[in-house]
């Protein structure tokens, strides 16, 4: 099959989609399909270069939205060439263009929401959400009525989302998701992390790998570690991450006036060893978001045979329980630090065997193959059976 993936932006700093969308056609042209990709990016963006797949970028308007037109013109003419459009992420233009030049066309189109109708946003920011919902009543919901289905990572995902907007109109679909780890994981990773960062030499690393973002529970993972930092000196907390929200100052104030500022290091973006040489040098994954639809970085965690230190809002931590990969909590500090707890108390053979039992869960769950196979055979089952489906059923492949 011949597809094309639509996407805001490719900038590996906007996080878990791009990435996703990177992994995705790796997968698929290992499996014998062709992947294009459609982005409101500038035309000479630094990051398009190194992308492992033929780009068209469009440019955009400078507001966030990403308005272009000439997205819109370019998939009337060319839509015929590609068996399927992917659409990953809402809210901005490049999901109405796609409807826009889509929906009197024989061609059809899929939606990945990656989280985007999560209720989490409705609770947290209802100012941002009234304006979504006028928005959906104006274009997205359209866009999503006329999508041949909404395709989510895990099933609490697809559970989620009707509680936010009314789905009704629309085939969900959970496909999955995952990476593909690099073939290039290896003890030396490590080294190279630690000359990066000598502090982190001779120390017990706690690693937090994400954005620096209000949702991703910072604030929350710097007051826990300064509730346990007595506990053992060799203990380090690593923040590495690409401070997209200007959260570094505050977070380092905080953790000045906890006194742990000596205790935690500030690595900006990993990116290629060094991202997974910190995942090599941990002990342990935290990450105590209020929000994710999958989180592609504890998959990275996972394949690196490192557990993790999640909450329940991360919507694969039944995965994480079940398989025993790591411990999982509530969203608050009380939550955090006796997880933190719970890691320190446990000895070197538990701590060996809950890493092993990490790998075990990303290959049993968390491959991209397994999504990237879900996804073709989706189209096709779609494309065989064009109307003649149920379109308020929910289907899981597992």
């Known amino acids: 099959m ?27 042209a290992r499996l014998g399909h062709m992947c294009d990709v459609g982005t409101l990016d500038a035309v000479g963006a630094p990051w398009l270069f190194e992308f492992p797949a033929n780009v068209h970028a469009f440019g955009s308007s400078r507001f966030t939205y990403g308005y272009s037109l000439r997205l819109t013109k370019w998939l009337s003419t060319n839509a015929e060439v590609y068996d399927a459009i992917i659409v990953h992420g809402m809210w901005q233009y490049h999901g109405l263009a796609a409807w ?5 066309s024989s061609r059809p189109y899929f939606i990945f929401p990656h989280g985007m109708l999560d209720p989490w946003f409705k609770r947290v920011y209802p100012i941002k959400h009234f304006k979504k919902w006028l928005y959906w009543q104006l274009f997205e919901g359209r866009v999503c009525r006329a999508a041949r289905a909404l ?20 085939h969900s679909i959970v496909v999955g998701y995952g990476i593909e780890p690099p073939s290039t994981i290896r003890s030396e990773q490590a080294s190279l992390f630690l000359a990066a960062f ?15 973002h209000p949702k991703k529970g910072c604030d929350i993972l710097l ?13 380090h907390l690593v923040m590495a991450g690409p401070d997209e929200a ?19 290091t500030w690595t900006g973006m990993l990116k290629g ?39 329940k809002c991360i919507n694969t931590w039944q995965t994480v329980r079940n398989e025993g990969a790591g411990f999982v909590g509530e969203d608050t500090i009380e939550s955090a630090t006796n997880l933190l707890n719970r890691w320190l108390d446990l000895d070197h053979a538990a701590r060996d065997a809950m890493g092993k039992g990490a790998r075990a869960c990303f290959l049993n769950h968390f491959h991209i193959d397994a999504s990237a196979t879900n996804l073709i055979r989706t ?4 494309q065989t059976e064009e109307t003649h489906f149920d379109r308020t059923r929910l289907v899981e492949r597992t």
């Not at 011949?2 to 996080?15: A, E, F, Q, W, Y």
């Not at 395709?151 to 629309?170: D, Q, R, W």
């Not at 959260?247 to 935690?264: H, K, N």
């Not at 189209?379 to 779609?382: L, N, V, Y």
């Open 223 to 235: 007051k826990a570690f300064s509730e346990v930092a007595h506990r053992d000196p060799a203990i």
């Open 273 to 311: 060893d060094l991202k997974w040489g910190a995942l090599q040098a941990a002990e342990v994954f935290a990450l105590f978001s209020h929000q994710e639809n999958f989180g592609i970085v504890i998959a990275e965690s996972l394949a690196a045979g490192r557990p993790v230190l999640i909450t």
């Open 2 to 28: 011949k597809l094309l993936h639509l996407i805001r932006s490719l900038d590996p700093v906007t996080g878990g989609p791009s990435e996703g969308v990177r992994q995705l056609c790796v997968a698929h």
């Open 379 to 382: 189209i096709q089952d779609m």
């Open 151 to 170: 395709l989510f990572t895990t099933a609490e995902e697809a559970a989620l989302a009707p509680k936010s907007f009314s789905l009704s109109g629309t």
């Open 198 to 212: 000598p502090v982190c030499n001779n120390k017990r690393l706690i690693l937090f790998l994400s954005r620096i």
């Open 246 to 264: 200007g959260l570094r100052s505050q977070l380092e104030a905080l953790a000045a006036d906890a006194g742990i500022s000596d205790r935690v």
């Open 100 to 104: 826009r030049a889509l929906r009197h």
